[in-house]
């Protein structure tokens, strides 16, 4: 049973627009959430988190917005570059630093020049 | 910070043989874990060390699977008796004490049953 599910499996965007991509959660424990982007051949490189205290949390470019009573987040990254064009997985854990984090199966996000 | 490590890249065996692969951690990181990922779909958690201390195991992890941390440090995965649904990404990460820590990956162990 799939917990955390990314509906979206690619997308791509201009260069210079806003790429935003969504993640839902069934599991109403959840109260971490993490989001990894993904090259070919390489690991999950963390992006940024967001705990259940908080409706938003910024770093840079990238904006996560989490939605509690809609089991919702999204990451809003602006402007987007080509560089981004990876593989975006949405993770979350039942507690914050929990050592199981149950992850969705990624969004393929292209950023066309 | 020299990232996690893991050995070997790539890795094709017969079914039926066994295979071991390794991850060396950051460092100064005291808990590690395995994950598996398969075709389109994202990572699944293994197991989770803190220093030697296997302390969690997920049902994913049969018992042709096991892991060891013998000095806190390096850890390996072996598995036993490879079956054509072991094929996958074995990718591990660490991540340091406590808190809101983020894991950390490597760049994972293709494995790949014939």
């Known amino acids: 049973d799939q917990q955390v599910k990314q509906n979206s499996p690619s997308l791509s965007v201009q260069e210079g627009r806003i790429s935003i991509l969504n993640c839902d959660y069934t599991?109403?424990?959840?109260?971490?959430f993490l989001w990894y982007k993904k090259y070919p051949a390489e690991g999950p490189t963390f992006l940024i988190s967001?705990?259940?205290?908080?409706d938003k949390n910024e770093d840079g470019r990238f904006t996560v917005f989490l939605n509690k009573s809609a089991k919702h987040l999204s990451l809003h990254i602006v402007p987007s570059q080509p560089g981004d064009s990876a593989v975006y997985f949405c993770?979350?854990?039942?507690?914050?630093?929990?050592?199981?984090?149950?992850f969705g199966t990624g969004t393929r996000l292209t950023v066309i020049p | 910070d020299t990232g996690v490590s893991q050995d070997p890249r790539h890795k094709i065996t017969k079914r039926g043989q066994n295979v071991t692969f390794r991850c060396d951690p950051i460092?100064?990181?005291?808990?590690l874990y395995w994950y598996r990922q398969t075709l389109g779909q994202g990572p699944e958690f293994l197991t989770y060390?803190?220093?030697?201390?296997?302390?969690?195991k997920s049902r994913l992890l049969s018992d042709r699977f096991s892991a060891e941390r013998p000095k806190g440090s390096f850890s390996t995965l072996e598995i036993q008796r490879t079956e054509q649904g072991d094929s996958a990404m074995y990718l591990c990460?660490?991540?340091?004490?406590?808190?809101?820590?983020?894991?950390?990956f490597g760049n994972g162990t293709r494995l790949t049953v014939t």
């Open positions: 990460a660490s991540s340091p004490r406590g808190g809101l820590s983020p894991l950390h």
């Open positions: 599991n109403s424990m959840f109260d971490y």
């Open positions: 967001i705990s259940s205290i908080k």
């Open positions: 993770a979350a854990s039942g507690r914050a630093g929990a050592n199981n984090l149950f």
């Open positions: 460092s100064e990181h005291n808990r």
């Open positions: 060390f803190q220093n030697e201390a296997q302390l969690e």
